[in-house]
């Protein structure tokens, strides 16, 4: 049937909208330099020597015994930290969606807990695990008596690692969980099984899929880790380190390439399933919202138990991030516990704090909201418009999601330090702020467009269409309308992306060069040389602007939120 | 109030979907020739699915036609986008901008237009005065009920005197009463505004309540276009005439014509008809007979035995078999009738100018 003039219409319609088409090239080609380009230049480097094709890249460091082992460190940490996650994040999704919790204290301790790694930059539980069981620590020495403990190595990661992500997976399984129909269950137990047996045969199937999708987002933000196995991991390398040092202990650029490739083919591997397999069973198999409100357990022989334990984890994480700012007002860690100013006043004399939080501020400021309107402008596109390109800008958007920040950043090093494909053309950006500013857009880019889409989803469609229909082009349409029903949605995109960037490392750390000082590349060189107050007291500031950052747009949304506005008369 | 009242002609337009469950491409509309004079109130009616919305976004522009053109007063406007082109529509859902006030709702498209501020705040004032919500301007629009967001979105259209302004079902998401209501609203304001309508619904009685013209439409194809009383009266086939009102269908054949009249055999029985359309003596037909044209009594037409006898209040239900065919019949003000109970014998008895034959 004859399609062709419906089609070639609508692309008329489309370049008959000058900002719309210059939109879509400008987006098109930002994301072919800063996503997919820097990802092939890796491929490319990895295969192609000086005699044509080769594989030799990929031996030579596959022949490394250092390096087989990295692999292995990171599939088993991964896998490890996957599980672990996954069953805490469960537990608590469970206690919440379950159990008649009686008092508030315990579902204000699950806020707190959710909220935690979301403003804290991520090497903060490191540090706090050094404080707390390495030599000097607290527990270990002070008051276990330990002289020589040894926290770093893979068990150290792996409990990090879990303390950080799954608060991750609680939180998708919550929305998981809340969407079971109660009457599924009571149906269950209606017709004689336990309270156990529902769990397993009712409860647990129906949520298997999410369960399995957790996990894999987990293991991949294991996987892509930088922070932590550098931090704690003593001589423990993972993929995200090797790579690093690969390229900043051995210079080999090339080398590092071969190794990212690696790196991403596993991360690309998850994704793919995560994304088109499980994310969408995880959702099909718990179709609707619960028909009404579950009867929650308050059986005493369930709900002690279960809350103790999660109450337990809940103050033990919270504490390892009290031990942070603890640790930066103290005289001698593991020593003399008087309270003291001095490491604050050394972070700003002696070690250029000052320009690194100017420097890190001023770069997360440029980039959150160039992010924020970028992640926008595409969730537009991709939910609203129907236009050739329009799979690409998606498909690139998102695949950045599986990118780990130590592949990006070899990346942008090869793709940029000697140009485009090594012919000058664009070598200018590279060492400069800007290629920092890019870094950070496109690493905080997946979230940011993700939260744009579901929320764009919301808007009726007619309701746009409607403006069009008044006469009003696409960019006065946008303006108009699109942007001021998703305010919050941007407004929160924003500050993700501020937080995002504020607290990044693992791209970053190989982009930025000595001119520019980074607030956590700091704190990882403070920390790795041993100077754990002043690293703590660059942290604790890092967590305080964080924290302001996202008490501001609370406040914002609270009072010029769009429900807001729709309530004034 | 319209600059200029703008006739539409829609010449061979076709539309293709795919299936999103098989893949397969379909008609979704399918080589449709639709002519609306300047100033007439037309309806697309039809069952969900029939095409009728799709005809409604192509003219707004939201759907490009895969084959045909569509005519704008004249000027061909396919490749217009939709805020190119002059026409403004009112959509089932309102669609009003929640972060605007009554006010800036409907001085929208004025603002677009670059109007200056003293003339777009008369010309508000004056529509929200036409659509009775004067004093309303610094609602917020969930302030409003849906009656009245109705009139904000019909506001709304008009205040930028479209050549033409189409409606997407505007009533549906309102209850029955101020449906009815509404209705009589929309269909003065068109008449005072003298604006062309182009209006979507798969209400029959709305269609008919309002329509200069109505246009029926099944799985994608016009099945029919008149006015509400020729589609009453003379459906084009049994879809149109099952779809407009109740029918009963008589199957049987012609057996004789004389001068425009004739003779059609029913059942056995000899059934005189006033116009027997295209047909000749021989060729089977059917019989198109509303329930309220057909009565019950004890001589008639067609015998029959009743299986059904209900009162309704307003009128007496019956269902009667004539030989193996089921026949309703609406007795209206049945309380001075003679009142026929199940298993009696009678006569089903019409006029020859109550039957339309297909």
């Known amino acids: ?569 | 109030m319209a600059k200029e009242k703008k006739g539409v002609r829609i010449e061979h337009v076709s539309k293709i979907y795919q299936d999103p469950k098989t893949g397969q491409d379909f008609y979704a509309v399918h080589d449709a020739n639709i002519d609306i004079a300047p100033g007439e109130f037309v309806c697309l009616l039809g069952p969900s699915g029939c095409g009728k919305t799709t005809i409604l976004r192509m003219i707004a522009g939201f759907e490009s036609p895969d084959e045909g053109e569509i005519y704008l007063g004249g000027e061909a406007i396919n490749e217009l986008t939709p805020n190119k082109r002059d026409t403004a529509m009112v959509f089932q859902s309102y669609a009003l901008l929640p972060h605007y006030n009554i006010f800036d709702n409907v001085a929208y498209g004025l603002k677009l237009r670059k109007m200056d501020e003293a003339a777009i705040k008369r010309k508000v004032t004056d529509i929200l005065d036409l659509v009775g919500l004067e004093g309303m301007e610094n609602r917020m629009t969930n302030q409003l009920s849906g009656g009245q967001q109705q009139r904000v979105a019909l506001a709304r259209a008009l205040v930028i005197e479209p050549g033409v302004l189409l409606f997407d079902e505007p009533l549906s998401n309102l209850d029955a009463k101020l449906r009815v209501d509404m209705r009589n609203e929309i269909r003065r304001i068109q008449q005072e505004a003298g604006i062309t309508a182009i209006y979507v619904t798969h209400d029959q009685s709305e269609a008919m309540a309002i329509s200069d013209q109505i246009i029926i439409m099944k799985k994608g194809v016009v099945a029919q276009i008149g006015t509400p009383h020729e589609v009453y009266y003379q459906p084009s086939d049994e879809f149109v005439a099952d779809f407009i009102g109740e029918s009963n269908f008589l199957k049987g054949t012609v057996s004789s014509i004389e001068g425009g009249k004739g003779i059609a055999v029913i059942e056995g029985h000899d059934v005189p008809v006033s116009s027997t359309g295209h047909l000749a003596a021989g060729d089977a037909c059917t019989l198109v007979l509303r329930p309220e044209s057909a009565k019950l009594a004890d001589k008639g037409v067609l015998p029959c035995t009743v299986s059904l006898s209900r009162f309704m209040g307003n009128y007496q239900n019956y269902q009667v078999m004539v030989g193996g065919s089921l026949v309703k019949i609406t007795d209206f003000n049945p309380k001075n009738h003679k009142i026929y109970e199940v298993g009696d014998e009678a006569y089903v008895d019409f006029s020859p100018e109550d039957v339309h034959v297909l």
């Open chain 1, 1 to 569: 049937m004859a399609t062709a003039q419906g089609a070639s219409l609508d692309r008329k319609k489309l370049l008959a909208d000058p900002i719309m088409v210059t939109t879509i090239v400008v987006l098109v080609v930002f994301l072919t330099l800063f996503i997919i380009y820097p990802l092939v230049i890796l491929l490319v480097d990895s295969i192609v020597g000086p005699s044509g094709i080769t594989l030799d890249i990929f031996k030579s460091i596959m022949a490394k015994g250092s390096f087989r082992k990295a692999i292995a460190n990171t599939l088993v940490i991964g896998a490890a930290t996957g599980v672990l996650s996954t069953l805490i994040g469960l537990l608590f999704a469970y206690v919440e969606e379950y159990v008649a919790l009686r008092t508030k204290f315990v579902s204000n301790l699950f806020k707190v807990v959710s909220v935690l790694p979301v403003v804290s930059p991520p090497f903060v539980l490191s540090l706090s695990m050094i404080l707390l069981f390495g030599r000097s620590g607290i527990i270990s020495k002070t008051l276990l008596g330990i002289q020589d403990s040894n926290i770093y190595g893979m068990r150290s990661i792996i409990i990090i690692q879990t303390m950080t992500f799954f608060p991750v997976c609680y939180m998708m399984l919550k929305g998981l969980l809340k969407n079971i129909d109660p009457s599924l269950e009571e149906a269950a137990r209606d017709m004689g099984a336990s309270r156990w047996k529902v769990f397993t045969s009712v409860t647990l199937p129906l949520l298997l899929p999410g369960l399995g999708n957790a996990f894999l987002v987990t293991v991949m933000e294991s996987i892509a880790d930088f922070a932590n196995p550098m931090m704690i991991g003593g001589n423990v390398d993972t993929l995200a380190t090797s790579i690093y040092l690969q390229i900043t202990g051995n210079y080999d650029k090339q080398g590092a390439a071969a190794m990212a490739v690696i790196l991403l083919s596993i991360t690309f591997i998850m994704f793919f399933v995560q994304k088109y397999i499980l994310e969408a069973k995880a959702t099909a198999t718990l179709t609707g919202k619960a028909s009404r409100q579950r009867m929650l357990i308050a059986d005493r022989s369930v709900r002690v138990p279960l809350v103790i334990l999660c109450s337990a984890v809940a103050i033990f994480v919270i504490a390892m991030y009290l031990c942070v700012p603890y640790g930066s007002v103290i005289k001698t860690w593991g020593r003399d516990y008087t309270l003291t100013w001095k490491w604050y006043e050394k972070v700003f004399v002696n070690y250029r704090g000052g320009q690194a939080f100017t420097d890190s501020f001023i770069m997360a400021f440029i980039a959150s909201p160039l992010t924020a309107l970028l992640s926008m402008i595409i969730s537009y596109l991709v939910v609203k418009k129907r236009f050739a390109l329009k799979g690409f800008i998606e498909f690139a958007s998102m695949l950045a999601m599986a990118v780990p920040g130590t592949v990006l950043g070899v990346g942008f090093i090869r793709g940029y330090a000697n140009g485009l494909f090594r012919t000058g053309a664009l070598q200018f950006i590279y060492g400069t702020t800007a290629i920092l500013i890019i870094v950070f857009i496109v690493r905080s880019l997946p979230t940011g467009t993700r939260s744009g889409i579901s929320a764009l989803r919301q808007i009726d469609k007619s309701i746009e269409e409607s403006a069009y229909d008044m006469g009003a082009n696409s960019f006065e349409v946008f303006m108009t309308v699109t942007l001021p029903l998703i305010k919050d949605s941007f407004l929160s995109g924003l500050v993700t992306a501020f937080v995002r960037s504020i607290t990044a490392i693992s791209a970053v750390i190989l982009v930025v060069t000595p001119a520019t000082l980074l607030i956590t590349v700091q704190i990882n060189e403070y920390a790795n040389r041993g100077e754990f107050a002043v690293a703590c007291a660059f942290s604790t500031i890092l967590i305080l602007i964080t924290y302001a950052a996202v008490l501001a747009m609370n406040i914002f949304i609270r009072y010029f939120g769009t429900s807001k506005a729709q309530e004034e008369d």
